[in-house]
């Protein structure tokens, strides 16, 4: 009894003590306040003036086995100890001469005449016998391409080094060698070659690695003499103010008079400070502080709402909350646009998944909700610039990296160094290091950099500070079924300064890390120098908002589209200055071997299925402001989806989002994406979202779409209304296709582009305009076997101007078969007959640098396709092919060769280059009753005649053939023959598709003696066809090529008729204009119709008068 009575006391005394020190520690004074945290960085170390030796280890999990004999199995390789990177290779019996130990990821990157060490210790499971030894060794680099034909076909090395060592000891032996590559290498594949003395008989037998890496050698610490100051060679990339953003403590909400303490009994109805496992309700009308020492830092607190009435303000002290859900329908206040919180302050949200909603209907679980009407106000010290660029290369070893801008950042946070990879998501180089020491703008890190990081005056690696002291995160089990936190505001919102992680729950909609949902326009709701990481689901969403900002934040590491705008009626926002990296698709990324892309349906494990191809920003409506962005990595790094109505809560909106041009789109970056799509680009303007109109369900495809973009966002087929999506001072590197774009109006003003297979593939009426696109320039992108070209021109129905563009270092491939496998600056699209150009291309103020000529334009001959016979465009000052005139490039036929004097062939090109003069290019079309049937797709050689220019002089054949899918250019002004090979059609019709102001083509066709024509034109579309007219007989073909086109003529062997088009003005209307380049329009439609009647021959039964001769008409015409 003595002792239970002990006891008591001792918890009594024990009790006192508590309320004593809470008492002392946390007064309920209305005055007292916890002393606020405080601004000052911790002390950094001075920068080391030695860089130390670094070693990349290589153990079990970080290598693989491979052998000739179908001998190859990843069970071979096994790893033993993690402490020493130890692993074992098992060989079976019969085993070969040698294996392969192949790294899984790439080497580090080596420069040329550094000595680095190779060691390793080795040993033998067991003594060999039967003479077998382990002769040697050689240590390997390769091309990453190359390792899947290793064991079946020769591939050099990029550097190989062959040792000998004690290899037949059962006790480990170290071995260490030295090595010095000659030239730089930037992506390569480590491989360790061992080779036996002969292959093994019938025993089985282990060996043993151990510590096996590669060592950077120690120097000096030297700042690099030539640090980048610019980032851009051309164009102008807009950052972020230098400036903190103002401050007045004066203002901080801790120091209002009117607050009472969360830990005062008499704040709440019941004088009783509420338990973590309540459910806690402000009291109503009253302003609540809550501070370090009012709150358990492990308890778990359930759920807190905060009444319209009330606010809940926290002070500005280290804190750690544990909480399932907090509900805002008045005010949480964590510090003010003008009073940032310099605290360590961390939010924990907890909850297993669920589909139930905790927090308020329709609000979820695990999280914040801020409801309409309600205020949230987070705001944590301010880390500027929340990122920057490297301002010199980093190679693998390095320690210390140096910036091209002002920093505060501090000692021990953690920083992101972007991949110079193009394939970020197959070899993830992607960085997070921690700070050493710092000093302006160098910063040391706690271990070495593993991977090479590009910082040339063409472009830089992205650096980004991931740290905040703020932090709102999903608890430790959010992992088991990605099921994070997440913050939802439907009032106004502003966030500055901190970190969100492990939020978001995936595929579950509107449960995003942060995310302003259904906020209609809102006024002064900002996300500012936030990061999120290691998100399950997006990372800011804008979702029924507008005029919100989003600037200067970071992203890392996301699963899903990362900034996301998400029903396709999200206008007037403003994304500034933000940064998206190592983003991922959900599930398999979306690919395909063709435009028409892949299609994807909602399911469970896909509730947006756009997520198959997420990428860094995905912009349903283009009317955004969209400044200063970088996007690495993703599927696409900026993506403009088609909707033709809006989705999810809007879907009875009438708008249509596709229609809507970008309102601005400045200054922004793409890099490391579109590689997983054969039409894949770092910004897409593709792909279409719709909602199934019989399940309700989102559907998705990547592929081809027009976008047909109007004033107001208001489709129209009146052109005075129609808009260019504009794309200005824009830098894709790494890239696919760099900026893609289906739509149907396109201006692209300022871009560069390096490291791509092409800077951008564009559709409709496209302008690229001053442009540095650069074929190679990074090391790790020489060591890639890619076909780079500086553009392909498309082969039908588009009109394409490039001006003022610099080409550069488009170096010959000399594998290549093909000029589509080759590094060239003009690539022609040649594969098809039913696809055939019209003049639809046009260069003017070109430049070429480090180029040879051969290199210049790339035309694959292909028979039986008519986009090959028919690839032109007009060279507008020459300064591409160095003609220095306006200059007519057609494809491989004699056809295009107008006149010897003016025209020559390049064998390089395979291509004729003839002055343009007076000349022009433009396109018709035969309809021929039996044989060309309008719109009829038929196969590439179905040939059915020739077209053959004649008159001026010519005398030879200059012809092209012709096939049953409808379609002819060539150089206007020119006469033209066509010669059908089952003879002359008793009608035909041909279009004047583009013919333009003062141009014509003079056509003849063969017909028997005697035959006598009607012929007539129409004007299609035009009221009382207007413009139409019924063609006379003249006195000779002299006659006919003179006239306005209202004459014909019959010499008995052949007529004669003048196509135009009499409804052309010459005005600037009828052409698109762009640069001091022009491509005329396609008229829809003039037609001429001929019909001819022969009172002595019969025609066929099909219609075409036969047994006619190949002549041409007179040259002298």
Known sequence: MKNINNKILKIFILFLAICSVKSDTCPTDSNWRPT????????????????????????????????YWSMTDPNNLQPVSDVESEFSIALPAWAPDYFL????????????????????????????????????????????????????????????????????????????????????????????????????????????????????????????????????????IPKASVSLDPQDLSTCPYLASDLVHWHNPSTWSNNLVPQPNENITIPAGKRVLISPCSISQTAIYQRIVIPATSELIFADSNLTMNVKDILVQGKFIMGTTKCRYNANINIIFHGSKTKVDTIAPFYGSKGIAVSAG?????????????????????????????????????????????????KDEIDNQNEVLTIKSILGKAIEFTTPIKFYHYGGKEYQAEVALLSRRIIFQGNDESDQDSFGGHVLVSGEGQFAGIQLKKMGQRNVKARYPLHFHLANVVQKSYISDCVVTKSYYRCYTIHGTNNLTLTRNVAFDVNGHCYYLEDGVEMDNTLSYNLAAFVHTIGEPA???????ETYYENENLTQPADSAAGGFYITNAYNTIIGNSASGGWAGFSFPNLEKPIGNHKNVEMEPQAFTTKVFEGNTAHSSGYQWISGSSIYV???????????????????????????????????????????????????????????????VGLEAYDSMRPASLFGAAWLSNAIVDGTGNILSKSQSYNRQGF??????????????????????????????????????????????QFISSTINITLENILPAQIIGHKIVPDSGSSRFFNFIDWDGSLVGTHVPTIVGSHEKWWSYDDSKCTYNNDWTIWVCQKGSKSVGN???????????????????????????????????????????????????????????????????????????????????YPPGTTFTISTENKWAWQNAYGFNCTLASSAAEVRSSNGTKYYFDQTHLFVKIVNPVLTGSPAESFNRGGAKIDDVYWEYIYHINATNPNVSPNQDGFYTNLSYTLPSSTL
């Open 36 to 67: 606020p945290a405080s601004s000052n960085s911790p002390v950094s170390p001075a920068l080391p003036t030695t860089s130390l030796a670094s070693d990349i280890v290589y153990g079990g999990n970080d290598l693989y086995y491979m052998a």
């Open 101 to 236: 130990i192949v790294a899984k990821q790439s080497a580090p990157a080596l420069k040329a005449n550094t000595n680095y060490q190779f060691s390793f210790d080795f040993k033998l499971g067991q003594v060999l016998t039967q003479g077998i030894t382990y002769s040697n060794m050689t240590l390997s680099f390769y091309k990453p391409g190359d390792i899947d034909y290793l064991l079946w076909s020769y591939r050099a090395p990029m550097y190989s080094f062959t040792f000998t060592g004690d290899f037949s000891s059962t006790t480990y032996k170290s071995k260490t060698i030295t090595f010095s590559v000659p030239v730089d290498l930037g992506l390569s594949t480590l491989i360790l070659q061992v080779n036996r003395s002969r292959a093994m008989d019938y025993d089985d037998t282990t060996i043993f690695y151990k510590n096996m890496k590669i060592t950077v050698p120690s120097k000096p610490v030297v700042a690099p003499p030539n640090l980048i100051t610019k980032d851009s060679e051309l164009i102008n």
């Open 374 to 422: 309600g205020f949230i106000s987070v705001h944590g010290k301010q880390y500027h610039n929340s990122w920057t660029k490297l301002a010199s290369t980093v190679w693998s070893g390095d320690r210390i990296i140096y910036v091209q801008d002002n920093i505060n950042w501090e000692v021990g946070q953690q920083v992101l160094i972007t991949t110079s990879q193009f």
């Open 591 to 597: 690919a395909g071997g063709a435009q028409t892309g």
């Open 686 to 748: 593709g792909g279409k979202l719709i909602t199934d109109e019989v399940t309700g369900l989102l559907v998705y495809n990547t592929g081809r779409h027009s976008r047909p973009t109007c004033k107001d966002g208001i489709f129209s087929y009146d052109s005075s209304t129609y808009l260019w999506m504009r794309f200005n001072n824009t830098k894709v590197y790494l890239s696919n296709l760099g900026l893609g774009h289906w739509g149907d109006r396109v201006e692209v």
């Open 792 to 837: 392909q021109f498309y082969d039908t129905y588009v009109t394409t101007i490039l001006s003022h563009i610099t080409f550069r270092n488009f170096i010959q491939n000399p594998t290549s078969v093909y000029p589509d496998d080759d590094n060239v600056v003009i690539i022609a699209l040649t594969f098809s007959d039913l696809y055939k150009p």
């Open 924 to 1006: 018709i079309e035969f309809w021929v009753p039996n044989l060309i049937i309008r719109g009829e797709q038929n196969e590439g050689d179905s040939f059915v005649g020739s077209v053959s220019l004649f008159g001026d002089g010519i005398t030879d054949v200059r012809k092209t053939a012709i096939t049953r899918n409808a379609g002819i250019t060539g150089i206007t002004s020119t006469g033209w023959m066509l010669w059908l090979d089952g003879g002359s059609p008793t009608y035909l019709q041909v279009w004047a598709a583009q013919v333009a102001y003062q141009q014509y083509i003079f056509l003849a066709i063969p």
